[in-house]
C-alpha cells in the first residue's frame, strides 16, 4: 500500500537521522524521496510500507463527510468506507499485525520510536499545524483551508483536532503570529516592512494595531524592551 504525504512534514527528518548516526541521503534514497524536496510546502513524496502488497486494511473509517465518489475511496484502499464515523480508523486482520515484517529497518524502527517516545499524538498534531501556519503566513495563505491540505486533513478534522489539544485555529494562529513577531523583533537587522510581510500583513498598520494588542505597545517599543533585555542577559 502506498499514499502520498507532505514534503514539508519532513522537514526535521534530516537532522533525526544524523542525531542517530545515520547517513540521511542514503535513508531517504532507500525510501523514495528526494531529498530536494524535503521541507517545501507545495510538493509531496511517496511513502509505502514495507509489509508487502497484501498490506491493506479491511475497513476504513473517516470522521468527515463524504468528499469524492465512493468508488474513488474503495479503489484506493479496497476495502468499505465509512464516512462521517465516531473516529478516522483503518482496521486491519489481526493476523496481519503479528506478522514477522520479511524486510526489517531498524533506523525507521528507531526513528518511530523516537517520535513516540519525545510527544504525545495531539501535541504533535498541534505542532504540525502551527509549522504550517508559520510556513503559510508570509505569502497570506495561512487559513484553515490550506493548512489542512497541507496536513492532508479534511478542515472539519482539522477544527476537532485542535479542539480535542484545547485550542482552536483561531487561537494557534495568534499564538504562532505572535511568536514569530517577537522572534523577528528580537532582531534589529529586520525591517518592519519584513516583519508585517513575514505575518501575512499587507500593512504595517495591522502589525502595530496586533502589537498593541499582544504587548501593550508599538512594534518599535517591543523591540527596544528586546534588545534592552538582551543586553541586560549579556551584563
Excluded at 14 to 21: A, C, I, K, S, V
Excluded at 118 to 126: K, M, P
Excluded at 188 to 210: A, F, I, K, N
Aim: with cysteine; aromatic share 8%.
Amino acid at each position: 500500500m502506498s499514499d502520498l504525504i507532505s514534503a514539508a512534514s519532513l522537514s526535521e527528518l534530516p537532522e533525526m537521522l544524523t542525531e542517530l548516526g545515520a547517513d540521511a541521503d542514503d535513508f531517504l534514497r532507500r525510501m523514495g524521496i528526494d531529498r530536494r524536496v524535503v521541507g517545501a510546502q507545495d510538493r509531496y513524496v511517496p511513502f509505502s510500507t514495507s509489509a508487502g502488497a497484501e498490506f491493506h486494511p479491511t475497513r476504513v473509517t473517516f470522521e468527515h463527510p463524504q468528499i469524492a465518489e465512493r468508488d474513488v475511496y474503495v479503489k484506493y484502499f479496497g476495502c468499505p468506507v465509512e464516512f462521517e464515523a465516531a473516529r478516522s480508523s483503518m482496521v486491519f486482520p489481526r493476523a496481519l499485525m503479528e506478522r514477522r515484517l520479511g524486510r526489517r529497518d531498524r533506523l525507521a524502527h528507531d526513528l518511530a520510536l523516537r517520535f513516540m517516545a519525545g510527544t504525545d499524538r495531539e501535541t504533535a498534531f498541534v505542532d504540525a499545524a502551527a509549522d504550517m501556519i508559520n510556513r503559510s503566513m508570509p505569502v497570506g495563505r495561512a487559513n484553515v483551508a490550506q493548512v489542512s491540505e497541507l496536513l492532508l486533513v479534511h478542515p472539519r478534522a482539522l477544527q476537532r483536532r485542535l479542539q480535542a489539544a484545547g485550542t482552536s485555529f483561531e487561537e494557534l494562529f495568534d499564538q504562532v503570529r505572535r511568536d514569530t513577531a517577537d522572534g523577528l523583533l528580537a532582531n534589529p537587522d529586520v525591517p518592519m516592512s519584513t516583519v508585517s510581510r513575514q505575518l501575512g500583513y499587507s500593512e504595517q498598520s495591522s502589525l502595530t494595531r496586533s502589537c498593541r494588542r499582544w504587548f501593550g505597545v508599538t512594534p518599535g517599543r517591543r523591540r527596544h524592551a528586546l534588545l534592552t533585555r538582551r543586553l541586560g542577559d549579556w551584563d
